[in-house]
């Protein structure tokens, strides 16, 4: 009943700039946060940055300082606009989100993700 839908993903060049954009949907009550997490072949899954309906946020180390999440994001929506993008960026990027649910007349609460978009970096 929940879902998540990336787009934004694709080809870039080293340097240049990127922006994912993450839409939830479904019987969502409310959201703890919204994020990115990404997975590069071969590595273990990594926080990139996430936010709160607070505009609380916190960012991976190796994001610090070139991408962001950009303020003003509607609700259920989350952006993540990516620069000065580098080879070891290229990875699968996935929407997470923590919110609370409706599911038979009740709240639940729970993580969902997306399918992930892919983005590959060349030089």
């Known amino acids: 009943q929940v879902q998540l839908v990336e787009s934004g993903g694709g080809l870039v060049q080293a340097g240049g700039p990127l922006r994912l954009s993450c839409v939830a949907s479904?019987?969502?009550?409310?959201?703890?946060?919204m994020g990115w997490y990404r997975q590069a072949l071969g590595k273990q899954r990594e926080l990139v940055a996430a936010v709160t309906p607070a505009s609380d946020t916190n960012y991976g180390d190796s994001m610090k300082g070139r991408f962001t999440i950009p303020r003003g994001n509607a609700k259920k929506t989350v952006h993540l606009q990516m620069d000065s993008l580098k080879p070891e960026d290229t990875a699968v990027y996935y929407c997470?989100?923590?919110?609370?649910?409706?599911?038979?007349?009740?709240?639940?609460?729970?993580?969902?993700w997306g399918q992930g978009t892919q983005v590959t970096v060349s030089s």
């Open positions: 997470n989100t923590g919110l609370h649910y409706s599911l038979g007349g009740e709240s639940r609460y729970g993580n969902a």
């Open positions: 479904g019987s969502i009550l409310s959201i703890k946060y």
